[in-house]
């Protein structure tokens, strides 16, 4: 489930006297892709990827209206696979992309927010073989973030949107003064999110189970570790 952003905006508007719904609701947006990317909070196990032989390239598929931030882990037959970079990568293995080559992924490699790579090239066909689970960040065209983080992270979201706007210029409310006491605000409930996350962490399972191509064996686990159908 998802929280619009302009739920938020009963809360926001009252300290901004004549500041129009739209601009608001674009704050909270800025807000809560920065606290995504900053704290972590929003995590979740993308649907599992059926390896192709030959193929090392395979595209991570975020949630409707969002973006893969960071890939924290990666497992693969049930062993996790470790991260690499592409230089890397190029020093170690050097003829990686060769068919010789093939074998069963040991590394991945985060090329872009929608592109990951396996490493070596899976050598077999292996349906739901590879777990990912990653941070998560709303695009800049969402209207809505996951219930989670929009419930458990109000006030520091609410606090966030209130600092863009009140430093914006020569508006008819434009306060620096309270702009910088909500920066300070936001900014330690980020560092508080932050630990919140980090710690939440550390019990998730990385247990596999072959369940076919619909996944719907899987138990998704938000980010605080707790199960969601």
């Given at each position: 489930?998802?929280?619009?952003?302009?739920?938020?905006?009963?809360?926001?508007?009252?300290?901004?006297?004549?500041?129009?719904?739209?601009?608001?609701?674009?704050?909270?947006?800025?807000?809560?892709?920065?606290?995504?990317?900053?704290?972590?909070?929003?995590?979740?196990?993308?649907?599992?990827?059926?390896?192709?032989?030959?193929?090392?390239?395979?595209?991570?598929?975020?949630?409707?209206?969002?973006?893969?931030?960071?890939?924290?882990?990666?497992?693969?037959?049930?062993?996790?696979?470790?991260?690499?970079?592409?230089?890397?990568?190029?020093?170690?293995?050097?003829?990686?992309?060769?068919?010789?080559?093939?074998?069963?992924?040991?590394?991945?490699?985060?090329q872009?927010?929608?592109?990951?790579?396996?490493?070596?090239?899976?050598?077999?066909?292996?349906?739901?073989?590879?777990?990912?689970?990653?941070?998560?960040?709303?695009?800049?065209?969402?209207?809505?973030?996951?219930?989670d983080?929009?419930?458990?992270?109000?006030?520091?979201?609410?606090?966030?949107?209130?600092?863009?706007?009140?430093?914006?210029?020569?508006?008819?409310?434009?306060?620096?003064?309270?702009?910088?006491?909500?920066?300070?605000?936001?900014?330690?409930?980020?560092?508080?999110?932050?630990?919140?996350?980090?710690?939440a962490?550390?019990?998730?399972?990385?247990?596999?189970?072959?369940?076919?191509?619909?996944?719907?064996?899987?138990?998704?686990?938000?980010?605080?570790?707790?199960?969601?159908?």
């Amino acid at each position: 489930m998802a929280i619009s952003y302009e739920s938020l905006i009963p809360e926001i508007a009252p300290h901004l006297y004549g500041c129009p719904d739209m601009l608001i609701e674009s704050s909270i947006r800025s807000a809560v892709i920065e606290l995504c990317e900053k704290a972590h909070v929003y995590q979740s196990e993308l649907d599992p990827l059926t390896t192709v032989s030959g193929i090392y390239e395979y595209d991570l598929e975020a949630l409707p209206g969002t973006s893969v931030h960071k890939v924290l882990w990666v497992t693969h037959g049930g062993k996790d696979l470790e991260p690499m970079t592409t230089s890397l990568l190029e020093q170690r293995l050097p003829k990686w992309r060769e068919a010789s080559q093939a074998s069963t992924p040991q590394y991945f490699v985060k090329q872009s927010s929608s592109l990951v790579w396996l490493v070596p090239v899976p050598a077999t066909t292996e349906v739901g073989s590879t777990i990912i689970r990653a941070v998560l960040k709303p695009t800049h065209t969402s209207t809505a973030c996951d219930n989670d983080v929009m419930n458990d992270y109000r006030d520091t979201i609410v606090n966030g949107a209130l600092f863009r706007l009140l430093r914006i210029p020569n508006r008819d409310w434009t306060d620096y003064k309270h702009a910088q006491t909500y920066g300070l605000l936001f900014a330690q409930g980020v560092v508080d999110a932050e630990r919140r996350a980090r710690n939440a962490d550390t019990g998730v399972s990385r247990s596999v189970r072959y369940g076919g191509m619909s996944g719907a064996w899987r138990t998704r686990r938000n980010s605080y570790g707790r199960e969601r159908g």
